[in-house]
C-alpha cells in the first residue's frame, strides 16, 4: 500500500482544496492530511475561522482523505 501526505490549515475549504486532495489521493492507495492545530496557527500569528475539530470534521467527510492528523510542529 502506497501511502500519501499533505498539509494545510484547510479554513473555509473551496474548491482548489479538493483539487489538492483528489490530485494527492491519486498518486497512493492512502491519504493522510496533516491539518494545523489551533495551537500551532497561534504560534505562526494565524486564526483560523473553524476550530481544529470542525476543519477536521470536514476533512473526514471527504471521500478522498482516508486519515486526518494533527499538525503541532
Not at 30 to 49: H, T
Request: no cysteine; proline share 1%; net charge positive.
Amino acid at each position: 500500500m502506497k501511502k500519501v501526505i499533505t498539509y494545510g490549515t484547510f479554513d473555509l475549504l473551496h474548491y482548489g482544496h479538493i483539487n489538492l486532495l483528489r490530485r494527492a489521493k491519486a498518486l497512493g492507495d492512502y491519504l493522510i492530511v496533516a491539518i494545523s492545530s489551533d495551537e500551532f496557527n497561534a504560534i505562526k500569528g494565524k486564526k483560523s475561522f473553524f476550530k481544529y475539530e470542525e476543519r477536521k470534521a470536514i476533512l473526514e467527510a471527504i471521500k478522498y482523505v482516508d486519515e486526518v492528523i494533527p499538525e503541532t510542529n
